[in-house]
């Protein structure tokens, strides 16, 4: 049996750090936005156990890659004898604070647990989850969600669905470079959904990360020009939205050479779930 899956990118509209766990994660407040442009993955049960990632990425080697990470976590707990074969195309950038690591894993608990009939449910996928990474649960649900706690704390949201420009401004921020930077705001006053919907919400992270990569700030400036632009995650990808699409690619095709990026549509449920449901 195979299945192809869309592994969605997400946005964070907003992102107020208010606390910090005695394990030194931080607790977050964050609107995630799914986006319909992602990375897409294939996979191909096999009769042997072996899960085998066919794709190389640059500097990950296939133990560590989260999508290999995922599908032995989910072969682990449920002491399924069959395997994988897997190929990933790539276009999310990595590091970029859009999720594609996170998503990628999700994606592969997701279309395992269907092919090879593993029979857990999302609460049970997203504890699962949620060890390979804090951004994973989201992505298990897959819906555009209000999260807290360390982002595991979900609560769906129904967002306009909008069209938004990302740009990578051609580096990479490393998140725990950002989440351990003596600077970052680490006491935000925790806010309400009803507040963030009314008003929006800045990201605690963009001072430091501006502060730190001048390329991050450049993008920034670059891109307020046309909307107001916000960092995503701990970068080092940046957004801004628009009321529609052929404005959204208008100001996406006049960036300069050094960014890439891309064009996307904000959607509330996630097209992999779409997917999986239609099967
Ligand atoms: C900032 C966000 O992008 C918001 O969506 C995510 O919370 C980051 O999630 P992620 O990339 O999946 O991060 P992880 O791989 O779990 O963590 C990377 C490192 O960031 C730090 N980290 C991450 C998430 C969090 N809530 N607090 C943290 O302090 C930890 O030092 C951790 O070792
Ligand atoms: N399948 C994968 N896709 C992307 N990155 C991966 C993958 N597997 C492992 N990694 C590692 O995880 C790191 C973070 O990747 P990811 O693309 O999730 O970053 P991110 O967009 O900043 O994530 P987040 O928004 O969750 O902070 C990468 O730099 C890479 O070393």
Same mark, same amino acid.
């Given at each position: 049996?195979?299945?192809?899956?869309?592994?969605?990118?997400?946005?964070?509209?907003?992102?107020?750090?208010?606390?910090?766990?005695?394990?030194?994660?931080?607790?977050?407040?964050?609107?995630?936005?799914?986006?319909?442009?992602?990375?897409?993955?294939?996979?191909?049960?096999?009769?042997?156990?072996?899960?085998?990632?066919?794709?190389?990425?640059?500097?990950?080697?296939?133990?560590?890659?989260?999508?290999?990470?995922?599908?032995?976590?989910?072969?682990?707990?449920?002491?399924?004898?069959?395997?994988?074969?897997?190929?990933?195309?790539?276009?999310?950038?990595?590091?970029?604070?859009?999720?594609?690591?996170?998503?990628?894993?999700?994606?592969?608990?997701?279309?395992?647990?269907?092919?090879?009939?593993?029979?857990?449910?999302?609460?049970?996928?997203? =504890?699962?989850?949620? #060890?390979?990474?804090?951004?994973? &649960?989201?992505?298990?649900? $897959?819906?555009? @969600?209000?999260?807290?706690? *360390?982002?595991?704390?979900?609560?769906?949201?129904?967002?306009?669905?909008?069209?938004?420009?990302?740009?990578?401004?051609?580096?990479?921020?490393?998140?725990?470079?950002?989440?351990?930077?003596?600077?970052?705001?680490?006491?935000?006053?925790?806010?309400?959904?009803?507040?963030?919907?009314?008003?929006?919400?800045?990201?605690?992270?963009?001072?430091?990360?501006?502060?730190?990569?001048?390329?991050?700030?450049?993008?920034?400036?670059?891109?307020?020009?046309?909307?107001?632009?916000?960092?995503?995650?701990?970068?080092?990808?940046?957004?801004?939205?628009?009321?529609?699409? =052929?404005?959204?690619? #208008?100001?996406?095709?006049?960036? &300069?050479?050094?960014?890439? $990026?891309?064009? @996307?549509?904000?959607?509330? *449920?996630?097209?992999?779930?779409?997917?999986?449901?239609?099967?």
């Amino acid at each position: 049996m195979t299945l192809s899956l869309l592994a969605p990118a997400k946005l964070n509209l907003c992102l107020k750090i208010t606390g910090r766990r005695d394990d030194g994660y931080h607790l977050l407040q964050s609107l995630f936005q799914l986006l319909d442009a992602g990375d897409t993955l294939h996979f191909a049960v096999r009769n042997d156990a072996r899960i085998v990632l066919h794709t190389p990425f640059d500097g990950v080697p296939s133990e560590d890659n989260l999508i290999v990470r995922a599908a032995t976590a989910l072969q682990r707990a449920s002491d399924s004898k069959l395997g994988v074969d897997i190929h990933c195309d790539k276009r999310l950038p990595m590091g970029g604070g859009i999720g594609g690591g996170s998503s990628n894993a999700a994606t592969t608990l997701l279309a395992l647990n269907k092919l090879w009939q593993t029979g857990f449910n999302d609460d049970e996928l997203s =504890a699962i989850g949620l #060890d390979l990474g804090a951004d994973v &649960p989201v992505f298990v649900r $897959g819906r555009t @969600a209000w999260a807290e706690g *360390v982002g595991e704390e979900l609560t769906p949201v129904e967002m306009p669905e909008e069209w938004f420009v990302v740009i990578h401004p051609g580096v990479s921020v490393s998140t725990r470079e950002i989440f351990s930077h003596q600077e970052l705001t680490r006491n935000s006053r925790p806010i309400r959904i009803a507040a963030f919907l009314e008003q929006g919400a800045g990201n605690d992270c963009e001072n430091v990360v501006k502060s730190l990569y001048p390329e991050v700030k450049n993008a920034l400036d670059w891109l307020n020009q046309f909307a107001p632009a916000q960092l995503t995650g701990t970068g080092s990808c940046l957004f801004a939205r628009f009321a529609d699409e =052929a404005s959204a690619r #208008d100001v996406f095709s006049s960036r &300069p050479a050094s960014y890439s $990026g891309f064009v @996307a549509r904000g959607v509330n *449920v996630s097209p992999s779930h779409t997917a999986l449901n239609q099967i």
